[in-house]
């Protein structure tokens, strides 16, 4: 039986990798087109956390980021966050500090991981190394770099989260 439910919001500017990770997190798949599907507002995985089991909802947007008009019902009783940007897109870098403070104004002081997407393009990177680890730390946020393409270090976010709810 599920002792803990944790919703997770997951934002970022458009084009970040989000809706793949939640594909690649709960359906173990990863496509160059991922559509919506319409009408589903989340995916969910159920994990172990210190034997107990978790279940873990992903919550995804339907590109409302883009126009800036994400509803509060999405954030509603949301228990983590997860802070997206691509290696390759400086404007979804520079849009974390706005991403961290909507997230604290609709849920207040949640578990938060700042994730630096796309790796696997590191040579096309457009932020350095430094700049991402002083910005997690300026936020106090866990920095976690993954590439959900090559699938590293997906699970590690969600694992940490679910973690960090668990201890509270
Ligand atoms: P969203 O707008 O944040 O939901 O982003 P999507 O999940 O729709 O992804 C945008 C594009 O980035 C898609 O073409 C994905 O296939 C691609 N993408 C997502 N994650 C990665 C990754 O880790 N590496 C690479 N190279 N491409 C990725
Ligand atoms: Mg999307």
């Not at 393009?121 to 993954?146: F, G």
């Not at 940490?160 to 709810?165: F, G, S, V």
Request: aromatic fraction near 8%; charged fraction near 30%.
């Amino acid at each position: 039986d599920i002792e803990l439910a944790i919703k997770v919001v997951i934002v970022g500017n458009g084009g970040v990798g989000k809706s793949s990770m939640i594909q690649r997190y709960c359906k173990g798949i990863f496509t160059k087109d991922y559509k919506k599907t319409i009408g589903v507002d989340f995916l969910e995985r159920q994990i172990e956390i210190d034997g107990e089991d978790v279940r873990i909802m992903l919550w995804d947007t339907a590109g409302q980021e883009e126009f800036d008009c994400i509803t509060k019902a999405y954030y509603r009783g949301a228990q983590a966050s997860v802070l997206v940007f691509s290696t390759t897109d400086r404007a979804s870098f520079d849009a974390i500090k706005e991403w961290k403070r909507k997230v604290e104004n609709e849920c207040n002081e949640i578990p938060t991981v700042i994730v630096q997407n796309k790796i696997d393009l590191i040579e096309q990177a457009v932020v350095s190394a430094d700049e991402v680890e002083t910005l997690a730390k300026m936020l106090n946020c866990r920095l976690i770099r993954t590439s959900v393409k090559e699938d590293i270090n997906v699970a590690s976010v969600f694992r940490y989260l679910a973690t960090k709810c668990h201890q509270l």
